[in-house]
């Protein structure tokens, strides 16, 4: 039995969202979300075939396993937001599709599909504003239920091309002169995750043009745009988290980061002060801290990370402190001042071979 089977099962099953828009783009979505006008849980349970493995009675929603597969079946459903800037609260489940399309962020998003048919069903016009490469909220008080949906039409006017419609902007902008800094940072971080995910320059650009760095925090004043692109560009294969690369000069205070952000900030903050007068003490500096975190001083301090990431890291020494212990050395905090008087010796001869540095490391000590 396959995902076909479960099309056929039932006239009230509906793509809507993303995967109506990308194919009414002509491109590929990896989602199979679905929405059952109804109670999706019962009609889950109606089926004789899959496999259920998670129930959400909350939302009405259930995940089906077909095939090695997992659907996300969803209920239909009105949404209230009794705390602006949080998670939503469920109103009713089994709800018409047209009130159920209402709930979400912007038209191009709220166009359905049916599963069986495959007629295209749109109450809200966003098949001309996909024509139109525009991005329309559904009401006026969108941004202020949720405003990660700023952050989200970020991410899809870079990733399509699109544009905001005149009043989206209007009210984007009204949201953004009194943000309610009592939103969900958890979810506005996920969202600048993956709009920064897409490494383009112009998302940098939008947020700062338009005022969106005004999110993060009441603290957090303009900032000059950088390039920063095509240093991610350069050494993406080595970059974890994109995002931090793009962000991690402004004020995250209010995020929630991990251990391995948060020490890619705080060692950026300390290299702003860091004495770089030398190779070596660049070299020292720079040794021992992510990349991302010389990404963000590249942003200021460009020449001096570029000749290290290029160059300057690439310098190895050729001794180790087992050479002093074979020499008869015994461990001591003489070691490390000699081999970084070598080190730095290399670093302005790298032509220095293992015997010249082992004679010079002998000298010292």
Same mark, same amino acid.
């Given at each position: 039995?396959?995902i076909i089977n479960l099309y056929e099962k039932s006239e009230n099953l509906f793509f809507v969202g993303g995967i109506v828009r990308d194919e009414l783009l002509g491109k590929k979505s990896p989602d199979i979300?679905?929405?059952?006008?109804?109670?999706?849980?019962?009609?889950?349970r109606s089926l004789d075939f899959g496999e259920i493995t998670q129930i959400n009675e909350e939302f009405g929603s259930v995940h089906l396993k077909i095939d090695n597969k997992t659907i996300d079946i969803t209920?239909?459903?009105?949404?209230?937001?009794?705390?602006?800037?949080?998670?939503?609260?469920?109103?009713?489940?089994?709800?018409?599709?047209?009130?159920?399309?209402?709930?979400?962020?912007?038209?191009?998003?709220?166009?359905?599909?049916?599963?069986?048919?495959?007629?295209?069903?749109?109450?809200?016009?966003?098949?001309?504003?996909?024509?139109?490469?525009?991005?329309?909220?559904?009401?006026?008080?969108?941004?202020?239920?949720?405003?990660?949906?700023?952050?989200?039409?970020?991410?899809?006017?870079?990733?399509?091309?699109?544009?905001?419609?005149?009043?989206?902007?209007?009210?984007?902008?009204?949201?953004?002169?009194?943000?309610?800094?009592?939103?969900?940072?958890?979810?506005?971080?996920?969202?600048?995750?993956?709009?920064?995910?897409?490494?383009?320059?112009?998302?940098?650009?939008?947020?700062?043009?338009?005022?969106?760095? #005004? %999110? *993060? $925090? &009441? !603290?957090?004043? =303009?900032?000059?745009? +950088?390039?920063?692109?095509?240093?991610?560009?350069?050494?993406?294969?080595?970059?974890?988290?994109?995002?931090?690369?793009?962000?991690?000069?402004?004020?995250?205070?209010?995020?929630?980061?991990?251990?391995?952000?948060?020490?890619?900030?705080?060692?950026?903050? #300390? %290299? *702003? $002060? &860091? !004495?770089?007068? =030398?190779?070596?003490? +660049?070299?020292?500096?720079?040794?021992?801290?992510?990349?991302?975190?010389?990404?963000?001083?590249?942003?200021?301090?460009?020449?001096?990370?570029?000749?290290?990431?290029?160059?300057?890291?690439?310098?190895?020494?050729?001794?180790?402190?087992?050479?002093?212990? #074979? %020499?008869?050395?015994?461990?001591?905090?003489?070691?490390?001042?000699?081999?970084?008087?070598?080190?730095?010796?290399?670093?302005?001869?790298?032509?220095?071979?293992?015997?010249?540095?082992?004679?010079?490391?002998?000298?010292?000590?």
């Open positions: 039995m396959n979300d679905l929405t059952f006008v109804g109670d999706a849980i019962e009609f889950a209920s239909t459903r009105t949404e209230t937001y009794p705390k602006k800037g949080q998670l939503p609260v469920v109103d009713k489940i089994a709800c018409p599709l047209k009130d159920d399309v209402q709930r979400r962020d912007f038209t191009v998003n709220a166009i359905a599909k049916n599963c069986k048919s495959g007629e295209i069903v749109d109450y809200v016009g966003g098949i001309d504003d996909l024509k139109n490469k525009t991005l329309r909220v559904l009401h006026d008080k969108s941004f202020i239920d949720d405003p990660t949906r700023i952050i989200r039409g970020l991410k899809f006017a870079v990733r399509f091309g699109f544009e905001l419609d005149e009043h989206t902007k209007k009210l984007q902008d009204e949201y953004l002169q009194n943000v309610n800094y009592e939103m969900s940072f958890k979810r506005l971080k996920d969202e600048l995750t993956d709009a920064f995910k897409l490494n383009k320059q112009e998302v940098l650009h939008k947020f700062i043009e338009q005022n969106l760095y #005004k %999110l *993060l $925090s &009441a !603290d957090q004043r =303009s900032a000059k745009e +950088v390039q920063v692109q095509p240093l991610v560009d350069k050494y993406k294969n080595e970059i974890k988290n994109v995002w931090i690369c793009y962000l991690g000069s402004f004020d995250l205070s209010n995020l929630s980061l991990t251990k391995t952000e948060t020490k890619v900030i705080d060692d950026y903050k #300390k %290299l *702003l $002060s &860091a !004495d770089l007068s =030398s190779d070596f003490k +660049v070299y020292k500096a720079f040794e021992k801290v992510e990349i991302e975190s010389l990404i963000l001083l590249a942003q200021t301090k460009k020449e001096i990370v570029e000749k290290y990431l290029d160059k300057l890291r690439k310098i190895k020494l050729q001794i180790s402190g087992e050479d002093l212990i #074979k %020499l008869g050395y015994k461990p001591s905090r003489k070691f490390a001042q000699a081999l970084d008087a070598v080190l730095q010796a290399v670093i302005e001869n790298p032509t220095l071979n293992h015997a010249q540095q082992l004679d010079m490391v002998e000298k010292i000590m």
